[in-house]
């Protein structure tokens, strides 16, 4: 992969050197993989944001703010993210760039000292995490999985994915479930968490101009961490199989409807059609040029906003429109219409030409902030694809419309969820 300098240091630990001279600072990424479940989704999203509270060396968010301070004002952020089935624990630093600093300050070296602190040496009272904290943090993410529902657009988008894959593992919330916060405590926790930390495979990604050398030398001191036997990547499963499309319909108060349909392409990240997936996603409905944009919004005024988005892991597209609730009929029958028109190879050189455009600004975009060069890196590795930024670029502009026209005869309408106006 070019550019990407993958060393595997010890089993189910891997780091990642990005080496780039664009930026002031160097960026580090954490990051913890485990399968996507229900009985421990909820832990593993509370786990990152109990750590944070405090470690044996810094034991309360005011001292670690404080240490941060003396770090150069070092970034530190945690949390969980979701792709495919995997539910990835992170944490993340972003730390000024050592050219800036004295030749005796090894930044490095203390910022991942602190990295270890917080992640595998957190405060701990009667062999459990502090009660406090947890009690604390359970009510926070209580407030931020029921707060989902203020944002119209992502709940909808949320409960299409949760109506779509309820009997797969894909269709677990990422931050778990209000239910399953109430069995958690500072034990059960504490317990898991130690599990997490000797089962689960790590990817460190450091992002910036230091040197190899010394990035493996204090990465290999600080991490060093005995893993167990049993660790292994979390698969997501991409089914192919369609039945009759559900249909789901919710009410609540909002100002306009919001229509979510799910499709399932077949198609993941490894397979040859992929590239032209992501072409057919962007005519279909990535931005102004996209077909949704220009008939269903501009033309026919029948959404106020539309546009497509890919799942990649797990082979999905969804579509989501803010529309009039009388509207409904006519905007989904416009929507599919729009679809059938792309599968009978009605693209004009303007929408295909633009699309391409689009997508390749896109990728030379990643280029210009750390986070997202390393979320780039870590969909390649999950997705098992070894795509540099110009391969990807290479591959999307030699797709043809053909190409677009064939892969979208696997597009496939799965569910279809609305959420209305409560009479």
Known sequence: MNGLKGINLKKGLNLYYLPTQKFKTSTISVNIHRQLQKKDATKNALIPYVLRRGCRDFPTSQAITQHLEGLYGTIFDCGINKKGEDQIIFFNFEMIDETYLPEDMNLLESVLHFAKAVIFDPVTENAAFKKEYVAQEKEKLKDVIQGLINHKTSYAVERCYQEMCKNERFGIYELGSVEDLNGIDEKNLYEYYKDVMRTSPIDIFVAGSLKRETIVDTVNRFFDMEPAENIAYPSTEIISEVGEHKKVEEELPVAQGKLSLGFRTKISPRDKEYHALVVCNGILGGGPPSKLFNNVRERLSLAYYVFSRLEKFKGLMLVSAGIEVEKYQDALDEILAQIDEIKKGNISDDEYHATISSLVNGIKS??????????????????????????????????????????????????????????
């Open 366 to 423: 990643l280029k210009d902030n750390a986070y997202h060069m390393i979320e780039y890196h870590i969909s390649q590795l999950l997705g098992g694809t070894e795509d540099s930024f110009e391969d990807l670029i290479e591959k999307i502009t030699a797709v043809k419309k053909e190409d677009v026209v064939a892969v979208a005869q696997n597009i496939e309408l799965d569910t279809i969820y609305f959420l209305k106006n409560k009479q």
